[in-house]
């Protein structure tokens, strides 16, 4: 069969445009499709990002990707007691998502790779045997046309609809969502921190994040158990939306309630594990399409990133030796699982054992813990911490027990 490109990149953000941009460079013959009109817009994220990815990459990321650069975090527990953490490793940014997608897609582009806007995938082309090696797209909702190629990543975000076609299992369950709404808020006058604010009342298995931006202003979102929008109860809490939620805390806010908003969106995070398998017979599945996002905060853009060079390294591979099988690609899978993957899994743990918190219990945990402790939890390193949170708090430990399985806690 003659085919148009190497590999089809259905999807331009971040974990497309750096698969793109690595394999590019290698040498492939790469097509990236975006259904948007225009690369990151509009845009429907917190805009957070630590620089840990962004450095391993050896990027240069422009002034105009970003509002500001942040030093760190303030948790705040329900009773109002806060935990800074800051130090070098907690530097980041808040991002202008609709120039750093639209960087990054750049960046593949001056690689040699090439960028269809406007162009949504509608239906996966098989061969005789099944097997993907195509994609039947439209342009603008006109002009159905065929594109070949013996490779399709799907990399296509939340909706991941062509990697279902593709037999990948990436059907989302309520529980292992968020759902989410935001406001970006002016005026908001911040200490350059990001700030996340925890509690039962506030957000139940979530958080309200305010991110800070340039010219005081904020992107200012909740996050909640996706059960509780249909209704249902999920830890000791039954039914809530998060906009309703999310007025609720802004007016109980001094700074917010007199402050604008200047957007309005609302969207879903994947929150759970990732899909059980990442490659094919001639596709693979990459960044939030593949649900490898971190449980704890539903952030995706690093991650996303990560795994972009990842598979295009391991895609580089199958190239030179013109092998696209499911064996060949595997290598990705297997990096995964045996590196990011378990750290991710961890953070799952952890998020199912913080969903079981009373308010009562979190201020005790906000209480006991030092911003010492928090890249202990955040790495899974649990058996200081939990200790700690027992001394104070014995019956907790039918709980946390969970997050040290293999011991006493020390
Ligand atoms: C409310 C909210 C707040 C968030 N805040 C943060 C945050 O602060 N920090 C953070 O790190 N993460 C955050 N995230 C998560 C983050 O946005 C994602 O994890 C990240 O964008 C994943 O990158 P990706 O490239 O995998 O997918 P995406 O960025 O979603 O890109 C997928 C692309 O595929 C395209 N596409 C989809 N289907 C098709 C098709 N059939 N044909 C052609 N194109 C298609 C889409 O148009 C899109 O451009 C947030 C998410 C939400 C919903």
Same mark, same amino acid.
């Given at each position: 069969?003659?085919?148009?490109?190497?590999?089809?990149?259905?999807?331009?953000?971040?974990?497309?445009?750096?698969?793109?941009?690595?394999?590019?460079?290698?040498?492939?013959?790469?097509?990236?499709?975006?259904?948007?009109?225009?690369?990151?817009?509009?845009?429907?994220?917190?805009?957070?990002?630590?620089?840990?990815?962004?450095?391993?990459?050896?990027?240069?990321?422009?002034?105009?990707?970003?509002?500001?650069?942040?030093?760190?975090?303030?948790?705040?527990?329900?009773?109002?007691?806060?935990?800074?953490?800051?130090?070098?490793?907690?530097?980041?940014?808040?991002?202008?998502?609709?120039?750093?997608?639209?960087?990054?897609?750049?960046?593949?582009?001056?690689?040699?790779?090439?960028?269809?806007?406007?162009?949504?995938?509608?239906?996966?082309?098989?061969?005789?045997?099944?097997?993907?090696?195509?994609?039947?797209?439209?342009?603008?909702?006109?002009?159905?046309?065929?594109?070949?190629?013996?490779?399709?990543?799907?990399?296509?975000?939340?909706?991941? /609809?062509? $990697?279902?076609?593709?037999?990948?299992?990436?059907?989302?369950?309520? +529980?292992?969502?968020?759902?989410? #709404? =935001? @406001? %970006?808020?002016?005026?908001?006058?911040?200490?350059?921190?990001?700030?996340?604010?925890?509690?039962?009342?506030?957000?139940?298995?979530?958080?309200?994040?305010?991110?800070?931006?340039?010219?005081?202003?904020?992107?200012?979102?909740?996050?909640?158990?996706?059960?509780?929008?249909?209704?249902?109860?999920?830890?000791?809490?039954?039914?809530?939306?998060?906009?309703?939620?999310?007025?609720?805390?802004?007016?109980?806010?001094?700074?917010?309630?007199?402050?604008?908003?200047?957007?309005?969106?609302?969207?879903?995070?994947?929150?759970?594990?990732?899909?059980?398998?990442?490659?094919?017979?001639?596709?693979?599945?990459?960044?939030?399409?593949?649900?490898?996002?971190?449980?704890?905060?539903?952030?995706?853009?690093?991650?996303?990133?990560?795994?972009?060079? /990842?598979? $295009?390294?391991?895609?580089?591979?199958?190239?030179?030796?013109?092998? +696209?099988?499911?064996?060949?690609? #595997? =290598? @990705? %899978?297997?990096?995964?699982?045996?590196?990011?993957?378990?750290?991710?899994?961890?953070?799952?743990?952890?998020?199912?054992?913080?969903?079981?918190?009373?308010?009562?219990?979190?201020?005790?945990?906000?209480?006991?813990?030092?911003?010492?402790?928090?890249?202990?939890?955040?790495?899974?390193?649990?058996?200081?911490?939990?200790?700690?949170?027992?001394?104070?708090?014995?019956?907790?430990?039918?709980?946390?027990?969970?997050?040290?399985?293999?011991?006493?806690?020390?």
């Amino acid at each position: 069969m003659k085919y148009d490109h190497d590999v089809i990149v259905i999807g331009g953000g971040p974990a497309g445009s750096t698969f793109a941009r690595v394999a590019a460079a290698g040498g492939m013959d790469v097509l990236i499709i975006d259904k948007r009109k225009e690369i990151g817009v509009p845009v429907r994220c917190g805009e957070g990002l630590g620089k840990g990815e962004i450095i391993k990459q050896d990027l240069d990321l422009p002034r105009q990707c970003y509002s500001i650069e942040v030093e760190g975090a303030k948790v705040v527990a329900p009773n109002g007691k806060s935990i800074v953490w800051k130090n070098e490793g907690t530097r980041g940014w808040v991002l202008e998502r609709k120039f750093f997608d639209k960087w990054l897609c750049e960046l593949a582009v001056e690689k040699g790779a090439k960028v269809h806007t406007y162009t949504r995938a509608f239906e996966v082309l098989k061969d005789e045997k099944g097997k993907p090696n195509g994609v039947k797209v439209s342009h603008g909702g006109r002009e159905a046309y065929d594109i070949h190629a013996p490779l399709i990543v799907s990399a296509e975000g939340m909706e991941s /609809m062509m $990697a279902r076609q593709m037999g990948f299992k990436t059907v989302h369950a309520l +529980y292992d969502v968020d759902t989410c #709404y =935001e @406001y %970006e808020m002016k005026p908001y006058d911040h200490e350059n921190l990001i700030e996340l604010y925890f509690g039962n009342k506030i957000a139940p298995r979530g958080y309200v994040w305010i991110f800070p931006k340039a010219d005081r202003k904020a992107n200012v979102g909740i996050g909640i158990g996706g059960l509780l929008t249909n209704g249902e109860k999920l830890g000791g809490i039954k039914g809530a939306q998060p906009k309703t939620l999310l007025d609720a805390y802004i007016k109980n806010d001094k700074q917010l309630k007199e402050a604008s908003t200047l957007l309005d969106f609302g969207g879903v995070i994947s929150v759970g594990a990732p899909i059980d398998e990442f490659v094919k017979d001639n596709c693979m599945i990459i960044g939030t399409a593949a649900k490898q996002v971190d449980p704890i905060h539903g952030g995706g853009i690093g991650i996303a990133m990560e795994t972009g060079v /990842m598979a $295009a390294n391991v895609v580089l591979k199958a190239h030179a030796k013109k092998d +696209y099988t499911k064996a060949m690609l #595997y =290598e @990705y %899978e297997k990096q995964w699982r045996t590196g990011l993957g378990k750290d991710m899994a961890n953070r799952l743990l952890l998020r199912k054992v913080l969903e079981k918190f009373s308010d009562d219990d979190l201020n005790h945990i906000f209480n006991t813990l030092t911003d010492a402790d928090l890249p202990n939890v955040m790495d899974g390193r649990f058996a200081g911490p939990v200790a700690k949170v027992l001394t104070g708090r014995p019956q907790l430990l039918g709980i946390l027990s969970a997050l040290v399985p293999s011991g006493k806690p020390k």
